[in-house]
T-cell receptor, first 111, second 110 residues
Framework: SAVISQKPSRDICQRGTSLTIQCQVD?????MFWYRQQPGQSLTLIAT?????????ESGFVIDKFPISRPNLTFSTLTVSNMSPEDSSIYLC????????FGQGTRLTVV | KQEVTQIPAALSVPEGENLVLNCSFT??????LQWFRQDPGKGLTSLLL?????REQTSGRLNASLDKSSGRSTLYIAASQPGDSATYLC?????????FGKGTRLSVIA
């Protein structure tokens, strides 16, 4: 199994600012996944982060809005840039080792 | 495009009842199906994973079944307890990244 530490757990941010979310895994993994869960909705994959290469973004998500870093095999960050109230969601990171493991989530509120 | 549907969206039961949560998916070409639990404002905890070649998996009071040909899975919870109150999500893995349903919000009343 994998243990993922994600922070911050929650934040309230002003529109137009940026927030960086961090995920630390207790083992080395090739791929890390970033999801968004909008209120009342299911999880939607934002991007897949591979160490040493650019992240792969899903349809509807772009690097300028959600830049991702993956400096090593245990760590990744997701930045939500130039935030608007529509970005208010729970953001989750995940790894897959047979089954999927998730961080505790970051509840973001943009005011 | 894979789509996952969960029924019901919400369920409230008295403590001690056995209950069934349903999950359906449109593309039967999956590698596996997973059931997760999500507590309010929290991340997801994996409950059960069923490989595409398997019919069911059990863990304690939980039993998950998979009928790949009909695109259905059920999660059976026996002797429900207030601590089981949470949102239950199913997700399928195939040629695309994990696709999630919207979840069933379960409330078990003491």
């Amino acid at each position: 199994s994998a243990v993922i530490s994600q922070k911050p757990s929650r934040d309230i941010c002003q529109r137009g600012t940026s927030l960086t979310i961090q995920c630390q895994v207790d083992s080395q993994v090739t791929m890390m996944f970033w999801y968004r869960q909008q209120p009342g909705q299911s999880l939607t994959l934002i991007a897949t982060a591979n160490q040493g290469s650019e992240a792969t973004y899903e349809s509807g998500f772009v690097i300028d809005k959600f830049p991702i870093s993956r400096p090593n095999l245990t760590f990744s960050t997701l930045t939500v840039s130039n935030m608007s109230p529509e970005d208010s969601s729970i953001y989750l990171c995940s790894v897959e080792q047979g089954t999927a493991f998730f961080g505790q989530g970051t509840r973001l509120t943009v005011v | 495009k894979q789509e996952v549907t969960q029924i019901p969206a919400a369920l409230s039961v008295p403590e001690g009842e056995n209950l069934v949560l349903n999950c359906s998916f449109t593309d039967s070409a999956i590698y596996n199906l997973q059931w997760f639990r999500q507590d309010p404002g929290k991340g997801l905890t994996s409950l059960l994973l069923i490989q595409s070649s398997q019919r069911e998996q059990t863990s304690g009071r939980l039993n998950a079944s998979l009928d790949k040909s009909s695109g259905r899975s059920t999660l059976y919870i026996a002797a429900s307890q207030p601590g089981d109150s949470a949102t239950y999500l199913c997700a399928v893995s195939g040629n695309t990244p994990l696709v999630f349903g919207k979840g069933t919000r379960l409330s078990v009343i003491a």
